[in-house]
């Protein structure tokens, strides 16, 4: 299935000037530690999001969502007051938080256009994030600078835009979702959250003393990889593949049968590892990686578990490793059983090993040198926020990362559920790898199914 040709639009955005948006009442004054898995060098970085309304709701159509937006977020972050506080370093690079009730940072636009007219579009990535998330001079940084930078645009046809920047050290997606959901409900008209923030980091700090217990190759020091160079490539492109459910009948297909009932998320993932190892490439002795983003949350057989309502990171990302030969010419079966290995890796002892690597070793960032890193946040709650006009036509990631691709729901314009994978390559790495899609993705019996990518390109 090809993805509609969708032409780049033009309109403008009227920014008004930013302002800080502070707790509705009095918070508490206080340093708060972050974990261990929080404070590390890889997620010392900004994470945008998005989320497109229609305002479905007739109640709420002479609403301005401004006025109920920003009364909102001053109810919940009198609950989530961290949030309004400002990262500082202590002894080792420590992070913790300044609960100083400073703010967050809102900015509201208008923009000269129609929910309609922007189309596909609104699937990641999104060519027009500088407009709908606008960065405000002096506010990206990891210390000193809010937490959150939102910024909510009004559509001629009463639809808006929301869209949010996260500094990634304070939480993770689950975590901002779970905030959101609380600003939603404020907005909705509650007075208490229905899940109760908690704190509580010190459950994923190191042990005392710590002691590193598993492998862990995605903070392994790598030198003289030819993926190294990917990023000083000027001739880089984003663009994302909708893999529907024609698509996944057609990757299952070239699965032995013990393999075709894997999860979408596994399938989909040793796909897209193997197409993208043979865009690139690689040497044939050329070790590649794949990490892939594992939640604490919900993983039963784990016996730590983190509180119902904490909003930090509590996740990991083991990695598993393959000669890049390996890979491209084995059957995607070998890629699939080498996913699964990544999820099996997942334990309690893994965790609190990363935690304790993180102190002895001095929190080093993870390997992106021939890595492919994968999050899914098709189940991370983005598509079920309702500030009160509705749940979102599309929530979710605004795009790729370097190094990073996020799994999103999304609805074609043929009405077919998928998931949308926003991805960047080099140019030439991106033309092969949607050859090699559309190869594993044709059907048998119906040569015209396959997979394209959207026509929108953004220059790096």
Not at 103 to 117: K, M, N, P, R
Not at 272 to 295: G, H
Not at 422 to 430: E, G, K, S
């Amino acid at each position: 299935m090809s993805m509609p040709p969708s032409s780049p639009l033009v309109f403008s955005v009227r920014h008004c000037e930013p302002e800080l948006i502070v707790p509705a009442e009095p918070t508490p004054y206080e340093l708060k530690q972050l974990s261990d898995i929080d404070d590390q060098e890889g997620l010392r970085f900004q994470l945008p999001f998005i989320m497109f309304y229609s305002n479905s709701n007739p109640l709420m159509v002479h609403k301005d969502p401004m006025k109920v937006i920003k009364a909102a977020l001053a109810k919940a972050l009198v609950y989530y007051y961290p949030f309004a506080g400002r990262l500082r370093e202590g002894r080792n690079r420590k992070l913790m938080v300044d609960c100083t009730g400073e703010g967050i940072l809102f900015v509201e636009a208008d923009a000269d256009i129609t929910l309609e007219q922007l189309g596909d579009t609104i699937q990641p990535p999104c060519p027009y994030i500088d407009e709908l998330l606008r960065d405000v001079p002096g506010s990206n940084g990891i210390l000193g600078c809010p937490l959150l930078l939102i910024q909510v645009t009004r559509l001629t046809c009463g639809g808006s835009i929301f869209a949010v920047r996260l500094n990634h050290t304070i939480s993770d997606s689950l975590g901002l979702v779970q905030f959101l959901n609380t600003v939603a409900e404020m907005a909705r008209g509650s007075c208490v959250p229905s899940k109760q923030p908690v704190w509580q980091r010190h459950i994923l700090n190191a042990r005392d003393p710590p002691r590193i217990t598993c492998i862990h190759h995605e903070y392994e020091m790598v030198n003289n990889n030819k993926c190294t160079t990917i990023i000083e490539n000027n001739n880089m492109v984003h663009r994302s593949f909708f893999f529907g459910p024609k698509e996944m009948r057609s990757i299952r297909k070239q699965l032995p049968p013990q393999l075709q009932t894997c999860s979408t998320f596994e399938i989909l993932t040793a796909c897209l590892w193997k197409c993208r190892t043979i865009a690139l490439e690689f040497d044939p002795n050329d070790v590649v990686r794949l990490s892939c983003f594992i939640n604490l949350r919900g993983k039963q057989r784990l016996k730590l578990q983190v509180p119902n309502g904490y909003y930090g990171n509590a996740f990991a990302f083991p990695t598993v490793l393959s000669k890049a030969e390996l890979l491209c010419k084995n059957p995607l079966g070998y890629a699939l059983e080498l996913v699964k290995k990544t999820k099996a890796e997942m334990s309690e002892e893994y965790l609190r090993s990363v935690a304790d690597l993180m102190v002895i070793k001095g929190r080093p960032p993870y390997v992106t040198a021939g890595n492919f890193l994968v999050a899914d946040t098709t189940q991370v709650g983005f598509s079920g926020i309702d500030f009160g006009w509705g749940k979102p036509v599309y929530g979710g990631p605004s795009g790729a990362i370097p190094f990073v691709s996020f799994y999103a729901r999304f609805k074609n314009n043929k009405g077919e559920d998928g998931v949308v994978v926003p991805i960047r390559l080099p140019l030439p790495a991106m033309e092969r790898i949607q050859r090699e899609l559309l190869k594993i993705t044709q059907e048998p019996v119906d040569q015209s199914y396959g997979i394209m990518p959207t026509q929108i390109t953004s220059m790096l």
